[in-house]
């Protein structure tokens, strides 16, 4: 196996491999390979008769942060799948698979993408308004800012975003946007009235509260372009369904809505969390929680790594 540059750092690194309790004959999917570190870890692991997929939409991931180097890891038992991991169950059948031991899922956005700035991805940037992890996807950012109704923005910023004066936010868009197409980060932030410290092509905002509603302003923006929630969704039926008895289920969730779908397909056996009971009263779900309680990232990896520190780690095993 030939290791290369990655372009992202790996969240929870030890404690979501050891969660998937690998065996080195087992097959098992990364359904987020991004820049491979946790892809390298269960290769590691995994003896000659092992197999991993990893999926990945976003070109990117096929190359390092330069884009001079193949990403993609050079082992006879790793294939890649550039798609949308919500393809999980039909992608497996097309390889003929049936089952799978284990499934590891990093969600939200790598550190590549908020980095780079030519995506859109980060407020720190004045860039064209894209966010599409996937880019050869239709709809961007910009679309969903120039084109959905007043109701339909406000919907997207107070469900995705959480944002309490999300009505005011698309009020105030949908007046601007009636002179001016609003087509960058910065666009954006001038028509909400945010005033940024510039320097070179990076944008800062001083506010720590402005930040906050930002932040989760361009997570509503970015969800929505991405069609995250069904995505994720039709990822966590297909895990249920793909993965044999004893199999286990990791994933890494970094916000309250990623991570209630999660939480509520392990106890529940489906993101809505309606709890089905057999004839005696008990419970009926495809899982068993390995950790009741969340693991969380040290503080030494937060400090290491800030991506890291909203990060949870839930893990299950197919029943």
């Given at each position: 196996?030939?290791?290369t540059?990655?372009?992202?750092?790996?969240v929870?690194?030890?404690?979501?491999?050891?969660?998937?309790?690998?065996?080195?004959?087992?097959?098992y999917?990364?359904?987020?390979?991004?820049?491979g570190g946790?892809?390298?870890?269960i290769?590691r692991?995994?003896?000659?008769?092992?197999?991993?997929?990893?999926?990945?939409?976003?070109?990117?991931?096929?190359?390092n942060?330069?884009?001079?180097?193949?990403?993609?890891?050079?082992d006879?038992?790793?294939?890649?799948?550039?798609?949308?991991?919500?393809?999980?169950?039909?992608?497996m059948?097309?390889?003929?698979?049936?089952r799978?031991?284990?499934?590891?899922?990093?969600?939200?956005v790598?550190?590549?993408?908020?980095d780079?700035?030519?995506?859109?991805?980060?407020?720190?940037?004045?860039?064209?308004?894209?966010?599409?992890?996937?880019?050869?996807?239709?709809?961007?950012?910009?679309?969903?800012?120039?084109?959905?109704?007043?109701?339909?923005?406000?919907?997207?910023f107070?469900?995705?975003?959480?944002?309490?004066?999300?009505?005011?936010?698309?009020?105030?868009?949908?007046k601007?946007?009636?002179g001016?197409?609003?087509?960058?980060?910065?666009?954006?932030?001038?028509?909400?009235?945010?005033?940024?410290?510039?320097?070179?092509?990076?944008?800062?905002i001083?506010?720590?509260?402005?930040?906050?509603?930002?932040?989760?302003l361009?997570?509503?923006?970015?969800?929505?372009?991405?069609?995250?929630?069904?995505?994720?969704?039709?990822?966590?039926?297909?895990?249920?369904?793909?993965?044999?008895?004893?199999?286990?289920?990791?994933?890494?969730?970094?916000?309250?809505?990623?991570?209630?779908?999660?939480?509520?397909?392990?106890?529940?056996?489906?993101?809505?969390?309606?709890?089905?009971?057999?004839?005696?009263?008990?419970?009926?779900t495809?899982?068993?929680?390995?950790?009741s309680?969340?693991?969380?990232?040290s503080?030494?990896e937060?400090?290491?790594?800030?991506?890291?520190?909203?990060?949870?780690?839930r893990?299950?095993?197919?029943?």
């Amino acid at each position: 196996m030939v290791t290369t540059p990655t372009y992202h750092v790996p969240v929870l690194l030890k404690e979501s491999i050891e969660g998937l309790a690998i065996q080195p004959c087992g097959t098992y999917v990364d359904v987020t390979f991004g820049g491979g570190g946790h892809s390298r870890e269960i290769l590691r692991r995994l003896g000659p008769e092992g197999h991993l997929y990893g999926f990945d939409q976003d070109e990117d991931a096929m190359h390092n942060a330069q884009c001079t180097m193949h990403n993609i890891v050079s082992d006879a038992r790793f294939t890649f799948v550039r798609s949308n991991f919500r393809y999980l169950k039909n992608w497996m059948r097309y390889y003929g698979v049936n089952r799978v031991d284990g499934l590891l899922a990093d969600l939200g956005v790598s550190s590549h993408h908020f980095d780079d700035e030519t995506r859109g991805f980060s407020f720190r940037f004045d860039a064209p308004l894209d966010m599409r992890m996937n880019k050869r996807a239709g709809m961007t950012a910009a679309d969903v800012v120039n084109n959905y109704s007043e109701q339909q923005l406000a919907d997207v910023f107070f469900l995705y975003g959480e944002l309490k004066n999300a009505r005011r936010i698309a009020k105030t868009i949908v007046k601007a946007r009636s002179g001016k197409a609003i087509e960058t980060t910065g666009d954006l932030l001038s028509v909400l009235g945010i005033e940024t410290a510039q320097a070179d092509s990076q944008l800062s905002i001083v506010n720590s509260q402005l930040k906050k509603d930002m932040a989760r302003l361009f997570q509503a923006l970015r969800i929505e372009v991405n069609h995250e929630m069904e995505a994720l969704k039709d990822m966590l039926a297909g895990a249920a369904e793909m993965l044999g008895s004893g199999g286990r289920l990791s994933v890494i969730t970094y916000h309250s809505l990623e991570d209630r779908m999660v939480k509520n397909m392990m106890k529940a056996g489906n993101v809505e969390g309606t709890v089905k009971q057999d004839f005696f009263g008990r419970a009926e779900t495809p899982f068993r929680l390995i950790n009741s309680k969340v693991t969380v990232p040290s503080d030494e990896e937060q400090q290491q790594n800030p991506r890291s520190r909203s990060a949870k780690l839930r893990i299950a095993e197919k029943i």
